[in-house]
């Protein structure tokens, strides 16, 4: 049986390469991390994977980076479309994409921290739990977005069950697709939720001056009490202006979960 890999779990769209600095743009929407992935893509597939030619093209493109949001995670240069039907993100040098041969000698991190890295996914994810986000996001972007982000998986597992009063296996969502559909639903809040208006968020993560710090929902200064949905809304980047955003979008998640509760 073949390893279930996090970053490359089948031969899908799902994808994901945020250790490479996938995501870690000022504003990383889809459309900026599509048109840095299709540049360096563009450029690695017109060189000759000599040294020489790759360091080249490490130097030409490091010119050309969109914004960083957090300069301590490096954005590699190498980080590309391995495949474009589907589309999947990855690494341009490793070795399956270049008959066998290694390239990441010339890489930031090297090749050796690059062979053996993992993310804190697989610290806190169990197989299953990634395996169900892979079969419900088939996309390059969005997977890796929610894969990485720990409190949006664990809060749904955790707010399911609290509702049906026993524990949501990921394996039984996986078999039944009224109850994937309602998993994919709540997931593509993450790519596309209104009160996300900070482009130097990320997920729970504000930046400044070189640092990262987890930002906090000031309640008290909305006239409200801390939300259940506390740790989703950090997860989701939200700041809210007033109390009536906040309980729009508190409703915006009651929707979600009666919906799948009424389908368990």
Request: aromatic share 14%; hydrophobic share 35%.
């Amino acid at each position: 049986m073949n390893e279930f890999r996090y970053c490359q779990p089948n031969s899908g769209h799902s994808s994901c390469s945020a250790c490479c600095g996938l995501y870690n743009w000022v504003g990383c929407s889809r459309a900026l991390v599509q048109d840095w992935l299709e540049l360096t893509t563009d450029f690695f597939s017109k060189s000759d994977r000599s040294q020489e030619d790759l360091k080249k093209i490490k130097k030409e493109l490091s010119k050309q980076k969109p914004k960083v949001l957090y300069p301590k995670i490096y954005n590699c240069e190498f980080l590309g479309f391995i495949e474009q039907n589907p589309k999947r993100v990855g690494c341009l040098l490793h070795p399956d994409f270049n008959s066998g041969e290694n390239l990441r000698e010339i890489s930031y991190y090297g090749r050796e921290t690059c062979d053996s890295a993992t993310c804190t996914a697989y610290l806190y994810l169990n197989e299953q739990e990634a395996e169900l986000v892979a079969k419900t996001i088939d996309d390059w972007y969005l997977y890796g977005l929610c894969l990485t982000d720990l409190d949006l998986v664990k809060e749904f597992f955790r707010l399911a069950s609290e509702r049906i009063f026993q524990s949501v296996a990921p394996e039984e969502i996986m078999k039944r697709s009224e109850l994937l559909e309602v998993f994919r639903e709540y997931l593509k809040l993450k790519e596309h939720w209104r009160y996300a208006r900070n482009p130097r968020r990320f997920g729970k993560y504000y930046f400044e001056n070189g640092n990262y710090l987890i930002y906090r929902i000031e309640y008290e200064k909305l006239g409200a009490t801390l939300s259940r949905y506390d740790k989703i809304f950090n997860s989701l980047g939200s700041e809210f202006n007033n109390q009536k955003e906040l309980k729009f979008a508190e409703e915006i998640l009651e929707e979600i979960f009666d919906k799948f509760v009424g389908r368990v």
